[in-house]
């Protein structure tokens, strides 16, 4: 596994993220390995399963890989996407899975931690939604799992602004399940783990199947997915959604027009 480690004893499974020198970039094939990772340690019956990054990370995941988004006039964040197929992978996994969190975390890093069932960071650990400053529309999945973390003026607040968010802020609005000093979240982690996997698999998988589906009883009616699907394309065939990511990969500040 070139961008990811993966660790397996009593019964809890351990994701280490490990593409340090790209900031965890979410490449495809680190996306690919995380799905992988996923499936083999449900057929070897974990019980609960952590994601992190290399211990002491200053960036947990510096979100979607910018050189890798699909030309303009595609969409961004397609059901298809690598990170969305992670995204489900995480939410439909029996086990709970643990995000645990040292240092930044940004764009569709935010949505991969806050779609793991229990977030525990470090006081470092912050979060900063960046569509807007890359010029994306995001996805309406993707803007539900959002929804249902923190209320809606926090999350509008931190789509526009695109602006990291405190691991204090973070814990105070419901985001975070617990922030742990980092000489202590390991153990901290762990300890949690090991309390999950003492208990029923089978009543654990139920519950948080039971939990996903209830919280996406959201009734969409077609024409409203479509109104959606409409305005999300008028984003990526825009002039904005071009010069975003072209100003982030020649480290410049991006010139938005709104067209
Ligand atoms: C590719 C990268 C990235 C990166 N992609 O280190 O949610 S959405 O809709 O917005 C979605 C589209 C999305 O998730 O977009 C990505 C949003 N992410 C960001 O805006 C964060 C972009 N990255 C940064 O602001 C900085 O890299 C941070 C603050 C994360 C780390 O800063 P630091 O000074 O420690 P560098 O910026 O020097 O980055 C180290 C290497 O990682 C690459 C970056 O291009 C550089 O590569 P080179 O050494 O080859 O120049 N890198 C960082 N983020 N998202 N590549």
Known sequence: MAY???????????ITLTHSQKRNALNRELLKEVVASLHDLENR??????????????????????????????????????????IRTIERLGAP?????EGTVW?????????CDILIGT??????ITPAKIGVPYNPTGV???????GMSVIKEMFFTAQPISAERASDVGIVNHIVPADQIEEYTYTMARQI????PLSISVIKEQIRMLGKAHPLSPE????????????????????????????????????
């Open 4 to 14: 990811t480690r993966t660790e397996f004893s009593d019964q809890i499974g351990t």
């Open 45 to 86: 019956k974990a019980r609960v399963v952590i994601i992190r990054a290399e211990k002491g990370s200053k960036v947990w995941s510096a979100g979607h890989d910018i050189s890798e988004r699909p030309m303009p006039g595609r969409d961004p964040l397609g059901y298809d996407d690598p990170l969305e197929l992670a």
């Open 97 to 101: 899975v643990i995000a645990l969190l």
């Open 107 to 115: 764009g569709g890093a935010c949505e991969l931690a806050f779609t």
């Open 123 to 128: 006081p470092d650990v912050t979060f900063a």
């Open 144 to 150: 539900l799992h959002f929804m249902s973390l923190a």
């Open 197 to 200: 996997a003492q208990n029923s």
């Open 224 to 259: 409203t997915f479509e109104r959606i699907q409409g305005l999300r394309r008028k984003v990526y065939d825009s002039a904005d959604y071009r010069e975003g990511p072209a100003a982030f990969l020649e480290k410049r500040r991006p010139r938005f027009t709104g067209e």
